[in-house]
């Protein structure tokens, strides 16, 4: 691959291959020192790593709606292998830090009118995002304090554990069939985990965005707060998760999802190769130019 991204972030990070990361010494419980804390930031997500309590929260900051960009990517997987490598942090929350919006999905201006290697380095990065976050050694709860269409509702279907502001304007599902646009088979494989082949089917094919109560029933989500307690649950969840030895809690984590993990780590070339036909089709390109439009004309 050309400079991919990844390359770059494996350079800067020194990240390990995924396979390996699998079979790292299990966690350390952090050591009985007065209370720590750690934050590091960069253009798109901020970090703050609670040491006494082995938890770091990461914001997403990228206004105004979270799309997962390029960039984006990047620095979400960048500061994911930090935390990953950290003996004193055990479980993330991953929550937004932009009003009303976990996240939108992933960045369609990448998807539109770009070159074919941009959309494999694109598409490698969405894949690592995903790889690395469903196979973390560390507790991952999303505390979903916005809406979260498509790529956001990924990464929040991602975690081992998912609790939604209780608002119902704020929705979550995987709308790419209102794009005219496919869910991949790990998009599908990570939704049929956490709901159901039943209530998968039906959502992918209409392309259902979920407001947070109806989310909530389906199981898309494992609980519903009111906003202002969703940091205070999302803490007491980890606290709840961490009480359990690590080892016994990662091997199974890894036997539960192995499978779909596999899956794509077999195909990922082919996988790269199908996004790119895809996205390159006229017929694509011009619902995606549409829906952006549509988005804009809301606006005015
Ligand atoms: C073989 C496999 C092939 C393909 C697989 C591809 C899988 C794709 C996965 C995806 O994630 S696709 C993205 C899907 N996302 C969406 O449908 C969300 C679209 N956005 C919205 O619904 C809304 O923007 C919102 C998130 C609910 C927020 O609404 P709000 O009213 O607060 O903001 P507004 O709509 O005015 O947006 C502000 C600004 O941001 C631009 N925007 C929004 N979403 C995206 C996005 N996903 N990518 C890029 N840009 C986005 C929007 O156009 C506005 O821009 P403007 O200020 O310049 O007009």
């Keep these: 691959m050309a400079a991919p991204a990844l390359a770059r972030c494996m350079a800067r990070t020194g990240v390990l291959p995924l396979g390996q990361a699998w079979g790292r010494a299990p966690r350390l419980p952090p050591s009985p020192l007065p209370a720590q804390r750690r934050a590091f930031s960069n253009n798109k997500v901020l970090v703050e790593l609670d040491e006494s309590a082995g938890v770091a929260t990461m914001k997403f900051k990228s206004p105004p709606v979270n799309s997962l960009s390029l960039d984006f990517l990047t620095e979400f997987c960048i500061s994911l292998e930090k935390l990953e490598n950290d003996r004193a942090c055990r479980g993330v929350i991953l929550t937004s830090a932009v009003p009303k919006i976990f996240s939108s999905g992933l960045d369609i201006t990448e998807m539109c009118g770009k070159s074919t290697e941009h959309y494999a380095e694109f598409w490698r990065a969405v894949q690592e995002m995903w790889l690395r976050l469903y196979s973390s050694n560390m507790v991952t709860v999303a505390a979903v304090n916005g809406s979260s269409p498509a790529g956001g509702c990924l ?75 969703l940091k205070d649950r999302a803490t007491a969840v980890m606290q709840q998760w961490l009480a359990l030895p690590d080892h016994a809690r990662q091997l199974t984590k890894t036997m539960m999802r192995k499978a779909v993990l596999d899956r794509l780590v077999a195909h990922r070339e082919e996988d790269v190769q199908n996004f790119i036909s895809f996205i390159s089709k006229e017929s694509i390109q011009k619902s995606l130019r549409m829906y952006m439009e549509m988005l804009k004309k809301k606006k005015s």
């Design 155 to 229: 990464i929040a279907l991602t975690c081992d554990y998912r609790i939604m502001a209780e608002n119902p304007k704020f929705s979550i599902g995987l709308n790419e069939a209102q794009l005219g646009i496919v869910a991949p088979f790990w998009f599908k494989d990570t939704f049929v985990n956490v709901v159901g082949h039943r209530v998968a089917e039906s959502s992918l094919q209409l392309g259902s965005l979920h407001s947070a109560p109806e989310a909530h029933r389906i199981g898309l989500v494992d609980e519903l707060v009111p906003e202002e307690k």
